[in-house]
Nanobody
Framework: QVHFVESGGGLVEPGGSLRLSCIAS????????MAWYRQVPGKERELVTIMDTLGFTNYTDSVKGRFTISGDDAISGDAAKPTVVLHMNSLKPEDTGVYYC???????????????WGKGTPVTVSS
């Protein structure tokens, strides 16, 4: 089982910035992708950005040039615990939602490839 410690969400004015971080509770045998999703009430969870282990990234059009995903083991202080970070700049009211981190991979050599989710951290962009 995997748990995540998520932090960085909150209330920010339009044009402001936030940094979300998500630290896994254990090592992974292998990681395929790290990602952030967003969900607003009444809508399905949508992919915001995704990064593979080679560092290739993809962003939904609405956040391109404003959001950046990265992996940063220095945050956890333990290079064995995957950490995924989302830097959000020039925030807009339409960025409001609950943000979920996601790591897809293998927690053991014998385990199948699975998606592991954080519990979500709320972001509200409002004046």
């Amino acid at each position: 089982q995997v748990h995540f410690v998520e932090s960085g969400g909150g209330l920010v004015e339009p044009g402001g910035s936030l940094r979300l971080s998500c630290i896994a509770s254990r090592r992974f045998f292998g990681i395929a992708t790290m990602a952030w999703y967003r969900q607003v009430p009444g809508k399905e969870r949508e992919l915001v950005t995704i990064m593979d282990t080679l560092g290739f990234t993809n962003y939904t059009d609405s956040v391109k040039g404003r959001f950046t995903i990265s992996g940063d083991d220095a945050i956890s202080g333990d290079a064995a615990k995957p950490t995924v970070v989302l830097h959000m700049n020039s925030l807009k009211p339409e960025d409001t939602g609950v943000y979920y981190c996601n790591i897809e991979g293998w927690i053991t050599e014998a385990a199948g490839r699975m998606k592991y989710w954080g519990k979500g951290t709320p972001v509200t962009v409002s004046s």
